[in-house]
């Protein structure tokens, strides 16, 4: 499992896919029905409906059979003549769920511009809260609004939607829509939406039965373009009896060109149900019993073929033969629409919903069983020929639950492979519970499922099953019930965990595939890396790489591998190694969008090291929203803690700090101490820096509980909580002047850092000891950890590291600098490292002025400022020099930004280090 960046559903599945993502949806779903004439013009409309063009939504809604789809077909046309982007979805009853819903509505608009979609379908599925639902959506939007061409977005039979979550998405769709974004809900009832709010905005258009009615005129032309001719006043009179109502006036026809010349009987026909009634008794009755068994047959179906109907009509063989009667029924207008072509260029039809409903209440009057045997027949054929969703419907639906499991358990390893997440989870939800209660298989797969959208009730109740059955399950199932602990040990950041399962995740079973060793690598890969094992964590994720070149398998290893030199302080490998993943996952698109995540990640964090911070900050921000949501906790750690850095540098101190709450509210909402200690630790540190020496020392106070809970850890995440803190310790420490007390701490910390191989921050600390030796008034001793720090960073190509260990280490470099005695090639990288504080870090002084001009400026101060600096210098508080001086908290403020500004410094440790390099510090 990687320890970055990849969703959970990434971690264990790396295997082949393609380079845009496979969406669960019926190509013939995304392009309006095809009918077998072209559409008849009705310019009125079209005008009124040209002119809400640019509002946020436009709804058309009537009863069935009203020409709501032609008319929005016909619509679509003229807008893509106007140069809209326009993206279209066919609703139907399965798609009323949150997953089914957002994957249709990804695959609609991933039709007008793929890279709309790239962040909203890694976020897809992870999470089912109202919260994740909210963000999904806003990160949609987000993309919609970053184009500047209009898109019109049109959903078609929305009446099927009633699900609250998918509601809510759409409300929320509306509401934060761009001005470039305009929604057109089709629907037989009032969409499920409240647009009250749109309307009184006067952003609302609505077209009602009344708008889409024939008129007169249009009812003859209807009529004659159907018939061929047609009597003015016989037009008229099907006008009256239809009232407009495009349904009924197409039956007539049919019912005309039936009689050939015939007479119509004169009843009205304005609603489904006189519909119904009189294709019964008026137009059924004169089809030949071969073609009504074929139309009743295909009412099982929501779509078909000539070779599908063949088999459900029991003559596989006459394919050719049924396919030249859909076609011949489809151009007699009978209520049967082409709907497109599959990829071997096989017609697909479908059946008007009045004629269906019609047609499915003479299929309920077959003889018991027939209906079964068919569905039986229909996912027997979709399953030859790959139709995974329709097969499982129609299994479930032909009473054979257990057949569709097998078909589901049998695409489960596949679907996981190449991470197509969400149309496994379709499949699932369409197995009776018992069934997937009764297998391993089914329960790992829903285990996965629930560990991909954060559901930890769930995903306990499935290990507590999948662990009952243990007493039967032979190795290779024990293995992968280990391995899916492993990936729940990661995603709670628990590294003591994941070494109790090393025992067992070292014996690989016989037979194990390269799904299995792929996660054993992902997982066995973040121990080692917490244990500073980087060569043998490059073993691992060598040995679990995919053997037949996977796309996104080998993408990961190569993204674990740049984090092992990341982490082992290897900054300048790491970068090449992640650059050239990340632009690799970008090119692959949307497939591998969780893999560039955690390439961004970690890349982020490796520019920020190698002082690049403009980058870094430009890198992180576009992509640390999704991050967040699909991210393990050590990669949402590495990427929150670079930007706020990167902010902080940038002068951008409220985002810095805004990044730190972000983090400690994720740490604390997920119960990951870590990620808590790493906000508190740099919270400390930052609070110092601008002088709130209370307000650091109570997150410091925080943060030392926090460590006391991991009391005795080394070497792992929990014993990263107790670096945190001792780190924090260690700023206050010295900014009270306690040198004895910081090098106390810092010498096991640096030992242990050593040892663990974490070479970034063993130069970080060895640079904190040369400013405690210094600050001891030892030269010697200061600048040898000075040196070593210096090594170590010019060994791994180390900037940030060492610049950020305190404001005063530019000024130790630049006199270092100077130093003859020293090593050219350190003295040069020394040189660089203070040249490159210079222009980045608004908090590290440049090479202090001479002792005349530091005392020029020091005469500068009033009487009562100098009272304060003197107290500063004590490392007093600013709550204690109020005390003192019995004035108020913000009089000593204001006194300080006074003094800060004089001594042309941005904070206390400056103005302490002015006043020492001046010689003029106070006696306690």
Not at 269 to 280: G, I, L, W
Not at 301 to 321: D, I, Q, S, V, Y
Not at 543 to 568: F, I, K, Q, S, Y
Not at 707 to 729: P, Q
Request: proline letters at 5%; a neutral charge; aromatic letters at 4%.
């Amino acid at each position: 499992m990687p320890p970055a960046g990849a969703a959970p559903a990434e971690l264990a599945s790396q295997s082949a896919a393609p380079a845009t993502p496979a969406f669960p949806v019926t190509p013939t779903k995304l392009v309006p029905p095809r009918g077998s004439r072209p559409l008849m013009p009705r310019d009125t409309l079209l005008a009124r409906l040209a002119e809400a063009r640019r509002q946020r939504c436009v709804v058309v809604q009537g009863p069935a059979g009203c020409a709501k789809t032609s008319t929005l077909a016909a619509w679509r046309q003229a807008l893509l003549t106007l140069d809209f982007d326009v993206a279209w979805l066919s609703l139907a009853p399965e798609d009323n769920s949150l997953a089914a819903f957002f994957n249709g509505l990804v695959a609609s608009l991933a039709t007008v511009d793929p890279t709309i979609v790239r962040d909203a379908w890694v976020l897809m599925g992870r999470d089912g809260h109202q919260s994740a639902v909210e963000h999904w959506v806003i990160t949609l939007v987000r993309a919609i609004g970053a184009r500047r061409r209009e898109l019109v977005l049109m959903l078609d039979d929305v009446h099927h939607l009633d699900d609250p979550g998918v509601v809510l998405a759409l409300r929320w769709l509306l509401d934060y829509a761009p001005p470039q974004l305009h929604v057109v809900l089709a629907s037989r009832t009032a969409p499920p939406v409240s647009l009250a709010r749109l309307r009184t905005q006067g952003l609302l258009s609505t077209f009602g039965l009344p708008d889409l009615r024939f008129s007169a005129q249009e009812s003859a032309r209807f009529l004659q373009e159907q018939l061929g001719h047609v009597d003015a006043r016989d037009a008229g009179r099907l006008h009256e009896l239809t009232d407009g109502w495009a349904a009924g006036l197409q039956l007539f026809a049919i019912d005309l060109k039936g009689k050939r010349g015939g007479s119509y009987n004169p009843v009205q026909v304005r609603d489904a149900q006189t519909f119904a009634s009189y294709f019964e008794r008026e137009v059924l009755v004169r089809l030949t019993p071969n073609d009504l068994d074929l139309l009743t047959r295909m009412a099982l179906c929501h779509r078909f073929c000539g070779a599908l109907c063949a088999t459900l009509l029991g003559r596989p063989n006459a394919a050719a033969e049924i396919t030249a009667r859909l076609a011949h029924l489809a151009r007699d207008d009978l209520f049967i629409a082409q709907i497109g072509n599959d990829s071997h260029g096989e017609a697909w039809y479908r059946l008007h919903p009045l004629l269906r409903e019609v047609l499915l209440g003479r299929l309920g009057g077959l003889p018991p069983g027939t209906q079964a045997a068919m569905h039986a027949a229909a996912w027997q054929w979709f399953n030859a020929h790959g139709d995974a969703d329709e097969a499982v419907r129609h299994a479930v639906l032909a009473g054979d639950s257990a057949a569709a499991a097998d078909m589901v358990h049998g695409r489960a390893h596949g679907l996981l492979e190449r991470g197509e997440l969400s149309q496994l989870a379709a499949l699932v939800r369409q197995l009776p519970a018992e069934q997937i209660r009764a297998r391993f298989g089914l329960l790992l797969v829903q285990a996965h499922l629930q560990m991909y959208a954060g559901d930890a009730e769930g995903l306990h109740d499935s290990l507590q099953r999948m662990q009952a059955q243990a007493g039967r399950l032979g190795p290779r199932e024990h293995y992968a019930l280990a391995i899916l602990r492993g990936s729940m040990a990661l995603l709670r950041d628990d590294s003591d965990a994941v070494a109790n399962l090393l025992p067992t995740l070292q014996r690989v079973p016989a037979g194990a595939d390269g799904f299995t060793l792929t996660g054993r690598g992902n997982i066995l890969s973040w121990i080692h890396i917490y244990r500073g094992e980087y060569d043998q964590a490059r073993r691992v994720i060598e040995d679990g790489a995919p053997c037949d070149g996977a796309p996104r398998g080998t993408l990961l290893g190569r993204c674990m591998g740049g984090m092992t030199h990341a982490v082992e302080g290897q900054v300048l490998v790491a970068e090449r190694v992640l650059h050239d993943v990340l632009a690799d996952a970008e090119q692959r698109g949307a497939a591998c969008a969780g893999v560039a995540c955690m390439a961004a990640a970690l890349l982020g964090e490796t520019l920020y090291e190698l002082n690049d911070v403009e980058a870094a900050a430009s890198l992180l921000d576009a992509r640390i929203d999704v991050l967040v949501r699909i991210s393990i906790p050590d990669t949402v750690l590495r990427a929150l803690l670079a930007l706020s850095c990167a902010r902080w540098h940038a002068g951008d101190h409220a985002g810095a700090l805004a990044s730190l709450d972000r983090l400690e509210r994720y740490g604390q909402r997920h119960r990951v101490d870590r990620l808590v200690a790493g906000a508190l630790s740099l919270r400390s540190r930052r609070l110092l820096e601008d002088g709130h020496v209370d307000t650091a020392d109570d997150a410091l106070l925080r943060l030392e509980a926090l460590a006391a809970r991991h009391a005795g850890a080394v070497r792992s995440t929990a014993w990263e909580v107790r670096v945190h803190a001792d780190l924090a310790r260690i700023g206050m420490c010295l900014h009270h002047n306690d040198f004895d007390g910081a090098l106390a701490r810092l010498e096991p910390l640096a030992a242990l850092s050593e040892a663990g191989g974490r070479w970034s921050r063993v130069a970080t600390l060895r640079m904190l000891m040369a400013l405690a030796h210094q600050g001891r008034r030892d030269a010697a001793a200061a600048r040898r950890q000075l040196v070593d720090a210096l090594r170590i960073g010019h060994r791994h190509g180390l900037v940030r590291s060492l610049l950020d260990a305190s404001p005063r280490v530019p000024a130790m470099l630049a006199a270092l600098a100077g130093d003859d005695s020293l090593d050219p090639v350190l003295a040069f990288y020394a040189q660089r490292l203070a040249d490159a504080a210079g222009p980045v870090a608004c908090t590290s002084p440049a090479v202090s002025p001479a002792p005349a001009a530091q005392l020029a400026r020091l005469a500068t101060l009033s009487e009562r400022e100098q009272e304060v600096l003197g107290l500063l210098a004590q490392a007093m508080p600013n709550k204690k020099i109020a005390r003192i001086l019995n004035v108020s908290l913000d009089t000593v403020k204001w006194h300080l930004r006074n003094v800060y500004a004089k001594l042309e410094v941005t904070g206390r440790d400056e103005a302490v280090a002015r006043l020492r390099d001046a010689g003029a510090l106070p006696t306690p």
